[in-house]
């Protein structure tokens, strides 16, 4: 039994395994970004974000995700429940998350400010994948050919060169090679563009735009 919490446990390599999470204690590191962990159950799972791998794959649209939790959260979108409701508008949402984004809409607030070019944003989860364009800091590995990426979209872009299966065949042409680069996410089902406001990510630069405008009144 635990002293701290009174939790029960079968074996002593189970308590053991349990008080790092009272003491601190995080005795394992990602040797790719030296992050540390306290469980390494927990360092398992955290070098799927270098190496892109997402096991977990929903059976009815193949979305794939990196953690169970995950992809038990998506679930919600193909059965339609709904639990978490906005308390200023009463919109319902599948996950607490895009709830939390919607939030923002409400509020206009920017509490988290970048220390470095001084944009704020409204969550902190926007902020953090900002502050990656201040750093050199690219943990996204890709297995293949060794390059690394900033974003984890940008190796699920990526990755598709090492493929056999080639999305990008539609037959479209286009007259300029960035609108052929923003159609191609369409494809891959990457969501690039982020929205500086309440952090939502979408497939397409116009898709953000209209974003923009209709839910944060930005021209």
């Not at 040797?31 to 929903?58: M, Q």
């Not at 390059?147 to 299966?165: G, P, R």
Request: include cysteine; aromatic fraction near 8%.
């Amino acid at each position: 039994m635990c002293h701290v919490c009174g939790k029960l446990f079968d074996s002593r390599k189970d308590l053991v395994r349990h008080m790092v999470t009272h003491t601190g204690e995080k005795p394992f590191e990602c040797d790719i970004c030296k992050k540390r962990f306290s469980v390494k159950t927990n360092l398992k799972r955290h070098y799927r974000v270098h190496t892109g791998e997402k096991p977990f794959e929903c059976e009815q649209c193949g979305a794939c995700f990196r953690q169970h939790n995950g992809l038990s959260s998506h679930l919600k979108t193909h059965s339609g429940q709904k639990p978490f409701s906005c308390v200023d508008c009463g919109k319902k949402f599948s996950r607490l998350s895009h709830m939390q984004s919607h939030l923002v809409c409400h509020t206009k607030e920017k509490s988290f400010t970048c220390s470095l070019c001084s944009k704020m944003f409204g969550r902190r989860d926007s902020l953090k994948k900002h502050m990656k364009i201040h750093s050199e800091d690219k943990p996204f590995l890709c297995m293949d050919c060794g390059k690394s990426f900033a974003h984890s979209q940008q190796l699920t872009v990526h990755a598709v060169c090492h493929s056999e299966h080639k999305p990008f065949l539609c037959g479209k042409t286009f007259s300029k090679k960035d609108c052929l680069k923003d159609h191609c996410t369409s494809h891959s089902g990457s969501r690039t563009f982020e929205c500086p406001e309440c952090g939502k990510a979408l497939v397409r630069g116009e898709h953000l735009k209209y974003h923009l405008k209709s839910m944060h009144d930005k021209q």
